[in-house]
């Protein structure tokens, strides 16, 4: 008793001193992006389960659109795991700032990630469904998420259980390797018709982080592979942006979305910060001025000056964009693109919520939505835990 007591004045202490190194904005923003998990295990939690809804209102008809099998894109009464792991990429960039807060990830967000784990085909992975239900596709991009997510909690914490899980999850992406188009991951183990942005940038990304915590040489090789070969074959030298897919035949899928870019601009920072070769960081820069262009519009609100705000449309998708500008603010100090993202994110606190504090996908608030994807709001969380971790300000 004297024991857990002494614990929890331990932990109550680290949670003040980690505060008080923040200032009154990190604070705020550290606030909301706890005040935004409360809203989503409210309205999406399952009684007795740690799993969660895909919609508010849960909709028992909803199909998720986004899957390579649409025979497989049948009404199930939990989320698919991309939504799902939104919610741990969330809890992490608390866990950051509040290490407190790891009862939630420990306690709550891992308990339901393992129900997605198959174990029954190797090498091991994550599947796009529960592990009860019948098999389920396994996306390359889907494990390439988590296992960013696990490094970056072993990193917040030293504990290993988490790398062990980022390695083996690494043993599954690198099966989706092949000399097939010169190289590159896939995006979908049981459908492999394309290679993706969305599995070689934050691929790229994973591998670095890997490198980061074990030192092993081979990951900083992988790293390096996978963003020569994303650039050759994905790039839009016209204005530094990247296409979404090349297929089997070579033909590209042109369109192009802020997590993609906003990737690359991420393992740019990361391979300029471990190799010191300036024409990684030029990269970055030139795809990060193309990305403020393109995912960023100008906006004057009724009572105040213009300003850029985030462009609406998948929000996820902005969330992992804005991984890699804080990454570069991080190495080259510009403060254009994060300070155009707090005042975004402001600006969305309050006109962009309804009343159970869940948001829109339009950050002006000017367009609402009767039913609200669990995506969106962890994502939302995700941006507001991540900017509490940024200084834009003296303290």
Partial sequence: MKKTLLLTIVAAACALVAC????????????????TLDSVYTYYGVADRCLLRENYPFNAGYKAG????EDKAQPNPYSYLWPFSGTLSAVNTIVEADAPYRKVLDGRVLPGLAEYLDTTREPAAYASYINTAPASDRFYDDNVWLGIDFCDIYEATGDRKYLAQAEMIWKFIESGMDDVLGGGIYWCEQQKHSKNTCSNAPGTVYAMKLYAATGDEHYLEQARTLYRWTKEHLLDTGDGLYFDNVALDGNIGRAKFAYNS???VQAGALLYKATGD????????????????RFFEEFTPGDGEAFRIIRKGNVWFSAVMVRGLVELYAIDGNPAYVDAVQRSLDYAWEHARDEHGLFETDFTGAEKQAEKWLLTQGAMAEMYGRMAGVELEPK
């Fill in 20 to 35: 008080e190194r923040l200032s009154p904005r990190q604070a705020r923003d550290l606030e909301r992006a706890k005040a």
């Fill in 66 to 69: 986004y899957l390579a099998s």
């Fill in 262 to 264: 906003g990737q690359m």
């Fill in 278 to 293: 300036e024409s990684y960081l030029k990269d970055a820069q030139r795809t990060a001025e193309a990305c403020y262009g």
